[in-house]
């Protein structure tokens, strides 16, 4: 790969189909920074995505009344189709979004002029995979599927799906195609597992995490307590989407609990459907540590996280989470703050534990969550050393170019 890249060869051609891709944010960044490290290594990389509207529905305006539109992005040739615009709060209408950028991304494919040799489609939404396996099939291409999260499944477990005929379907459409696809990639061995169950082959099934990159394990907080009038607070505080699959109920409760220590503040920085619920949770409780930071530019993330005491995440009890290691938790651990996770075990749990030791807490134990925090804050729980041995494993195991590596291994064995 080094040589290729050496004398200029491009060994590859390889097309990318994702619905969302940056400039949105949260999980999709993980496809761009492998996308920029395959064009790094000599290989020619091409993005069949959506124009940006996640999660807020809002399409920026340099993308707003067009139908396609290609960009170049560090090198990364980018085609973006017209899908119909929804806010993570608005299912039904996500739904529809997936299913007209399944048509016009199909149209945008005959628009590519570079080429390809490899159909790489990522999941969720479940259009995806079926963009790329006609399209491996029309021109005779290797097809690979990346599985960053079970659909319909997890939808179903989490409440946000009845199970039905509908989902029954879905899911021998998308078990078809893990079993047809010339190799699949998923994000955590929990996933693995269960495809393997399912059937897919071991020899045509790997786990690569989502990893993180420099600007979480080299970040700095930039002034980011000074900018919110957060200095000397305790700073508790938890990144990312307000959706369904998080109890952050538990959040506002253990805030509840904490309310009569004038230091320990607690900050929600992002947005999603929950917002308002969990907004009007704090306001009955009248609590004055509790605030929301709404979205924020994702080039701030890695400082808002190096600007808080300690770092939490929470998700629903269901089987699926045993077998999810949410990708925020790499950023986490990166950013070298301790972490509080909301889950009675799993993948996740056991990740952390080797990593120098999980703080974990019932979903809905608002009470150890709120005795944990007071660990962390009078010391009894050395959070430094404890973030310290995060930020070094997270550095020695989980850097993404390493892990881009290991995806061009599998590409070049095809």
Known sequence: MYLSRLLGVCNMRILIITQHF?????????????????????????VLTAMPNYPDGIVPEKYKGRLFY?????GVSV????????????PRKRMIGFLTFFVTSLFNSFRIKEGFDIVLSSTPPVTTPIIG???????????IIEIRDLQPESSEEFG?????????????????????????VAVTEGIQTYLIGLGVPKERISAI??????????????????????EGKFLVLYSGTLGWAHSLETVIEAAKILKDDP????????????????EGLRDKYDLKNVEFCGSQPLDQIPFFLRASDVLIESLRETPVTRGTFPCKLFEYMASGRPIVFGSS??????????????????????????????????????GGKLGKSYHEYADRNFRREHLAEEYLEILDRL
């Open 263 to 278: 230091d320990v503040y607690f900050a929600f920085v992002g947005d999603g459907h929950l917002r308002e619920s969990l």
């Open 70 to 74: 290609h960009e170049m992005m560090e």
């Open 133 to 143: 396996m006609t399209l491996s099939a029309l021109y005779r291409k290797k097809h």
């Open 79 to 90: 085609y973006r189709s017209w899908a119909l615009p929804a806010a993570n709060s608005q």
């Open 209 to 230: 995490r989502s990893g993180v990159g420099n600007d979480f394990l080299q970040g700095h907080s930039d002034g980011i307590r000074k900018r919110f009038a957060w």
């Open 160 to 184: 946000n799906l009845k199970p039905s005929l509908f989902t029954k379907t879905i899911k021998k459409i998308m078990h078809f195609m893990y079993r047809r696809a010339d190799y699949v």
């Open 22 to 46: 940056p400039p949105e944010k949260g999980a999709v960044r993980r496809l761009f920074e492998f996308a920029k490290i395959f064009k790094a290594n000599g290989h020619e990389v091409t």
């Open 345 to 382: 075990g799993g993948e996740a749990t056991n990740e952390l534990e080797k990593a120098g030791g999980a703080l974990s807490f019932g979903g809905r134990d608002s009470i150890k969550l709120a005795g944990i925090i007071r660990e962390l804050k009078s010391g009894s729980i050395d």
